[in-house]
């Protein structure tokens, strides 16, 4: 039996939260505009007016991403605690995080600024030195001669722990690997 009146109409919010699930499984290169389209129930037409291309759709993603899915960094690095216990705090969120969902591990930012797409890596590259920019400025607070290395030290492990996750590593043994860089950390800056 059909209902009569319009269809529903197409939630162009809704309809990102789907594609940033797709894009934090598979990559941005490895979602087509088809799979969305499909993934949305909507037409390539309806696809282009509400989100322009791939890449408007991806930046709205990403932007999305930064409010409901990012490591809340103003919680955790706090002036009132050490500095290396702050960033540890960082990684072993990060590790949750990137072993959360089975079916999208890893950083949906740090995965997207590998991307083959030179304007999708560009987006994803933002928000990726935003992150570091907050990191780098909570360690130049206390330990401004370190700031740089300590804060490409948290990037590169970060980076390696979303890698590993998408590779199939274990929850405890990302955990583990936070652990041991706080360990690291705390013999670097001797706080």
């Given at each position: 039996m059909q209902t009569r009146g319009r269809p529903r109409r197409f939630d162009p919010d809704e309809g990102v939260a789907v594609a940033q699930k797709l894009f934090h499984a598979r990559g941005y290169d490895a979602v087509g505009v088809a799979d969305?389209?499909?993934?949305?129930g909507i037409n390539p037409p309806s696809f282009y007016a509400a989100f322009g291309n791939k890449m408007g759709l991806y930046g709205r993603v990403l932007d999305r991403y930064a409010?409901?899915?990012a490591?809340?960094?103003a919680d955790l690095l706090r002036p009132d605690r050490r500095v290396a216990t702050c960033l540890g705090a960082v990684l072993e969120e990060a590790a949750r995080r990137y072993a959360a969902n089975p079916d999208a591990t890893g950083c949906l930012v740090v995965e997207g600024a590998r991307s083959d797409d030179p304007e999708a890596r560009a987006a994803a590259c933002v928000f990726q030195r935003g992150a570091e920019d907050v990191i780098r400025a909570y360690i130049a607070a206390r330990h401004p001669d370190k700031a740089d290395e300590v804060t490409d030290f948290v990037g590169a492990t970060m980076a390696g722990m979303s890698a590993?996750?998408?590779?199939?590593?274990s929850l405890d043994r990302l955990m583990a690997i936070a652990k041991l860089a706080e360990t690291a950390l705390e013999q670097?800056?001797?706080?």
């Open positions: 969305i389209t499909a993934a949305l409010v409901t899915g490591i809340p960094l590993k996750a998408r590779s199939g590593i670097s800056l001797q706080e």
